[in-house]
């Protein structure tokens, strides 16, 4: 039977039934004009509504989680307005639509931050730069969370993720990747804390389980996901344990019979920087008795290889449904692919937004 799986298999993920098994990978694209979701966004989305299931850009639930100009929030009563654009658009075709939750945690800076330093389990600065309204910065020290703050953390998760269901979303998807506060809590690089959120892999993992408690209050467990890379090197993530520090982790999140888990494999400057665990999905997927969507540099032949072996349940392809929207109808009849240009992956000031946005061509309209 499981030979018979592919991209193209339609799948059942809890209550909802998913058109077929390619999931557009969460994207900052940056085009979200003082943080509130545009008409251009929904037409962006609503271009894709042909994935098994679309995941937003990460999605900020505080003004003080921000990392990044432009980026859309969740939080004020017009974010939640306009989102509702944007899942009546992805519906309208058909369309599936979860959105990611995020906290940037440490990945801040004052200038875009109302002054305020960003936040972080511990004041050790993540590597790397940041684009502010004021230029190019390095990433500063961040200041430590006094314990009694973390839990108003957590109910700005629960929070967001009640706005989501008011704005129309099918579910919502934690953003516990890529060297962001919640895997800034999970790994010892980033966190060197005392209390009960640090120290033991336990204390470490205790904020994101506690993420997740909170959130799968608000939605049927089945309507969450949760995104990790455990081999993520980004922004100088480390952990000394990570095989031991993520199984904790992922044999945990059986507990919740979530929607599903998203495992990010290394990219090229991973594998380049150290000796991570690759691949990701043959670490862990004997842990996890869930949906498993697998992400990064999968092709149409790598990612029904993939479903065929059963080693993940679900596909992810990020760049390639940047520059296509209809990536499925292409995959169909192994249609030529366009390239994604990365010079406009991001929204920039004085730039057109629908530039390298909503005009990649599609089958239909070329
Ligand atoms: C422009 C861009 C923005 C991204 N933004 C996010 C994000 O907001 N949240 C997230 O979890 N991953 C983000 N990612 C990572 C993607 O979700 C995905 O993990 C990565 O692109 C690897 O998949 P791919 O090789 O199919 O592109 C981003 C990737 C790109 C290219």
Known sequence: MSSTI???SPIQMGSQALQNRMVMA?????????????PLMAEYYAQRASAGLIITECT????????????PGIYSPEQVTAWQQVTDAVHAKGGKIFLQLWHSGRVGHPFLLDGELP???SAIAATGTLHTPRGKVTLETPRALETDEISQIIEQFRQGAKNAMNAGFDGVELHGAFGYLIDQFLQ?????RTDKYGGSIENRARFLLEVVEAV????????????LSPSNTFYGMQDSQPQATFSYVIKKLNLFQLAYIHLMEPNEQDLATRDVLNPVISTFRPLYQGLIITNGGYNKSQGNQILVTNEADLVSFGKLFIANPDLPERFAIDAELNSPNPATFYGMKDQNLENGYTDYPSLKAS
């Open 6 to 8: 592919n991209l193209f």
């Open 188 to 192: 010892d690089g980033s966190n060197q």
């Open 119 to 121: 936040v972080a389990p």
């Open 216 to 227: 799968c209050q608000v939605w049927e467990s089945d309507r969450v996901g949760i995104k």
């Open 26 to 38: 969460p994207m900052t694209r940056l085009r979200a004009v003082g943080s509130i979701p545009t």
């Open 60 to 71: 900020m639930i505080s003004p003080l989680s921000n990392g990044y100009i432009n980026c």
